[in-house]
């Protein structure tokens, strides 16, 4: 009987053991989520964007082709992002038939005088760049296809793209866009303006600027 009672309690092990080395390993799930979206930036333009100049005398316009250069008016701008991307714009002039001076692509229009007279033009200057409280560097490039090239300071120009930068070869990546945009405009004289100013006129300048964003 004792004999019995070891043989089955040898078997018993043996069985055991084999259903052990036949057993799955323990396993696990390692997850990697996400999710891909298109980030949303709002910018929030000083003033509705406005750079009220104020009232000016027409005693600051001068006879014949002779220019008055007005006060630089400078206004904070800032775009915020819900994720981090770059940002850049693109300025169009909205009255670029009534510049008062044609020879440089950074001058735009303030409106016309006296029927097709043009009051004159204006500067816009993106300066103090900052992405996310630190300082950046501006780039500019003409189109898509433009050169990169970036610079402490640039001044618009129509069918260029600005926007704020990292290094000389690429953009700055973050998600609180901020820059000063100093306007500096400058009248005509009453020649350029088709006469005298006999009555009151608005000074009516006006840029859409075009922003994009996008790792």
Same mark, same amino acid.
């Given at each position: 009987?004792?004999?019995?009672?070891?043989?089955?309690?040898?078997?018993? &092990?043996?069985?055991?053991?084999?259903?052990?080395?036949?057993?799955?390993?323990?396993?696990?799930?390692?997850? *990697?989520?996400?999710?891909?979206?298109?980030?949303?930036?709002?910018?929030?333009?000083?003033?509705?964007?406005?750079?009220?100049?104020?009232?000016?005398?027409? &005693?600051?316009?001068?006879?014949?082709?002779?220019?008055?250069?007005?006060?630089?008016?400078?206004?904070?701008? *800032?775009?915020?992002?819900?994720?981090?991307?770059?940002?850049?714009?693109?300025?169009?002039?909205?009255?670029?038939?009534?510049?008062?001076?044609? &020879?440089?692509?950074?001058?735009?229009?303030?409106?016309?005088?006296?029927?097709?007279?043009?009051?004159?033009?204006?500067?816009?200057?993106?300066?103090?760049?900052?992405?996310?409280?630190?300082?950046?560097?501006?780039?500019?490039?003409?189109?898509?296809?433009?050169?990169?090239?970036?610079?402490?300071?640039?001044?618009?120009?129509?069918?260029?793209?600005?926007?704020?930068?990292?290094?000389?070869?690429?953009?700055?990546?973050?998600?609180?866009?901020?820059?000063?945009?100093?306007?500096?405009?400058?009248?005509?004289?009453?020649?350029?303006?088709?006469?005298?100013?006999?009555?009151?006129?608005?000074?009516?300048?006006?840029?859409?600027?075009?922003?994009?964003?996008?790792?």
């Amino acid at each position: 009987m004792k004999t019995q009672l070891i043989g089955l309690t040898v078997l018993a &092990s043996l069985v055991l053991g084999i259903t052990a080395a036949h057993a799955a390993p323990p396993t696990t799930e390692l997850k *990697v989520k996400g999710k891909l979206s298109v980030p949303t930036c709002t910018v929030i333009s000083p003033d509705a964007g406005v750079y009220d100049l104020g009232k000016i005398s027409a &005693s600051q316009v001068k006879s014949g082709t002779a220019v008055t250069a007005l006060t630089p008016m400078t206004k904070s701008w *800032v775009a915020t992002c819900d994720a981090e991307t770059y940002l850049n714009l693109t300025p169009t002039d909205n009255r670029r038939d009534s510049r008062s001076d044609v &020879s440089s692509a950074l001058y735009f229009g303030l409106g016309n005088i006296n029927n097709t007279g043009k009051i004159g033009f204006y500067t816009v200057e993106m300066k103090n760049a900052k992405v996310d409280g630190l300082s950046s560097l501006v780039f500019y490039k003409n189109g898509s296809a433009g050169a990169f090239t970036t610079v402490s300071s640039a001044n618009f120009q129509q069918g260029y793209m600005f926007g704020w930068a990292e290094t000389t070869t690429t953009q700055k990546a973050g998600k609180i866009f901020t820059a000063d945009m100093v306007v500096s405009p400058t009248l005509a004289g009453t020649t350029t303006m088709g006469g005298p100013v006999t009555e009151n006129a608005n000074i009516d300048g006006s840029i859409t600027m075009q922003f994009a964003f996008g790792i």
